[in-house]
């Protein structure tokens, strides 16, 4: 970074103004970042290459953690490829890294790439305990495949623990909430004790409460007409909750981590005895 002065004696300077020095002087790349601009930003990294890891905002964010969270999956690849892995695990004042941006920001691309380059990414947590998962589930559906993709390379370690942490409730309450039943269901079936885990920072909130309060989960809650109800009834209903197959193939150099999460084959339950054989989670 260039050297900043204000031509009057240094020590006069409060922390402040420098601060508001170091923001302007990093504006253009700012802006670079927040519109998705990689030339614009480049360009600036050419004359300052230590800018790639400069906070340049209020909140301590730095380029790749404003494009992240714009959602600039090709600004973020070729950030990325400029700085070290740890790098990447860098928290703003917000307690967020890249990837909790990239959750916030809905790009599965942008995740992917963050993961490619430091997959410990994942189990980071914000100020709150929330892991880029649970931020992404937060969103609903509208970033199902990126949760989806988040769930399926998230291991159950320290710090975050998603699946048996303190936040493992919540997390199980706001994928119901969100209208992700499938990806509920396949949590489920992976862990059975979320069915009856309780949120206490959220009223004590369980998984069947967070359920009941969205009427439209169920029949009796949907406005039908009769015609609609009576072919309802004789509607075939399939029920798969596995990963969709355009996501498995984005877990790549994660499958070590999915053979451990892999449910029993149908035929190694059939050759336990087991009855009817269950489907595998992938």
Excluded at 72 to 94: K, Q, R, T, W, Y
Excluded at 109 to 117: D, E, F, H, I
Excluded at 166 to 179: D, F
């Amino acid at each position: 970074m260039a050297v900043i002065t204000t031509g009057g004696n240094p020590s006069s300077s409060t922390t402040e103004d420098i601060e508001q020095l170091n923001l302007n002087y990093y504006q253009e790349l700012y802006r670079a970042a927040l519109k998705g601009n990689w030339k614009e930003a480049q360009s600036f990294l050419d004359r300052d290459p230590d800018a790639v890891k400069a906070r340049i905002s209020n909140l301590k964010m730095t380029a790749l953690h404003v494009a992240a969270c714009e959602g600039h999956s090709e600004f973020v690849e070729n950030i990325v490829a400029l700085m070290p892995a740890g790098e990447l695990a860098e928290l703003d004042d917000l307690g967020y890294t890249a990837l909790h941006y990239a959750a916030i920001g809905g790009s599965l691309r942008s995740a992917k790439a963050l993961l490619a380059a430091n997959s410990n990414l994942m189990q980071v947590v914000d100020s709150e305990g929330r892991t880029p998962l649970l931020l992404a589930a937060s969103l609903g559906s509208e970033s199902k495949e990126l949760v989806w993709y988040l769930l399926l390379v998230t291991t159950d370690e320290k710090p975050g623990q998603p699946f048996t942490g303190p936040r493992a409730a919540y997390l199980i309450n706001v994928l119901i909430a969100s209208g992700l039943h499938e990806i509920s269901l396949y949590l489920l079936e992976k862990h059975p004790h979320l069915a009856t885990a309780i949120d206490h920072q959220d009223n004590n909130c369980t998984p069947l409460f967070s359920l009941a309060r969205n009427q439209s989960n169920f029949l009796s809650g949907s406005r039908l007409g009769f015609w609609e109800t009576c072919i309802y009834q004789f509607l075939p209903v399939e029920v798969n909750y596995d990963p969709p197959h355009s996501v498995r193939a984005y877990v790549g150099g994660h499958e070590s981590v999915q053979d451990q999460l892999r449910m029993p084959t149908s035929a190694q339950n059939k050759g336990q005895g087991g009855g009817e054989p269950s489907s595998p989670l992938l």
